[in-house]
C-alpha cells in the first residue's frame, strides 16, 4: 500500500510563490492518481487538483486555475503543486491524497490514501 508525506507549506506574503511536495512510498507510484486537496477552518475541504498516473491529464478548480500547477516525477515518486500569485483565501491545510486507478478525473470521494497535510498561510 502506498503511503504520502506532504512537505513544504510555509508562511508566505500575498502575491509570493510556494511549491508543496508529495512523496510517495511504496511501490507503483505511477498507478496511483495524486490530488492536492485544502481545507481551511470552518469550511469543507476542497479538491484543488489533480494528476494522473502517468502525469499526462490534469485538473483544476476554478479558484485557482491559472495560478497553481500540478506534475509529478515518477522516478522520484513524487508529485508537486507549484502555487504561485498567493492570496489570503488560499490560506488552508493543503493534503495530498492518491487512489490506484487508470481512471481520471477522479472523484474527490474516490481518494483514499492520504497524508498528514501541510500548512500554507498568506498574510502579509
Known amino acids: 500500500q502506498l503511503q504520502v508525506l506532504e512537505s513544504g507549506g510555509d508562511l508566505v506574503r500575498p502575491g509570493g510563490s510556494l511549491r508543496l511536495s508529495c512523496t510517495g512510498s511504496g511501490h507503483f507510484f505511477d498507478y496511483y492518481a495524486i490530488g492536492w486537496f485544502r481545507q481551511a477552518p470552518g469550511k469543507e475541504r476542497e479538491l484543488v487538483s489533480s494528476i494522473s498516473g502517468f502525469g499526462g491529464d490534469t485538473r483544476y478548480a476554478d479558484s485557482v486555475k491559472g495560478r497553481f500547477t500540478i506534475s509529478r516525477d515518477n522516478n522520484k515518486d513524487t508529485a508537486y503543486l507549484q502555487m504561485d500569485s498567493l492570496k489570503p483565501e488560499d490560506t488552508a491545510m493543503y493534503y495530498c491524497?492518491?487512489?490506484?486507478?487508470?481512471?481520471?478525473?477522479?472523484?474527490?470521494?474516490?481518494?483514499?490514501?492520504w497524508g498528514q497535510g501541510t500548512q500554507v498561510t498568506v498574510s502579509s
Open positions: 491524497a492518491a487512489v490506484r486507478t487508470v481512471l481520471f478525473p477522479v472523484r474527490p470521494e474516490k481518494f483514499n490514501i
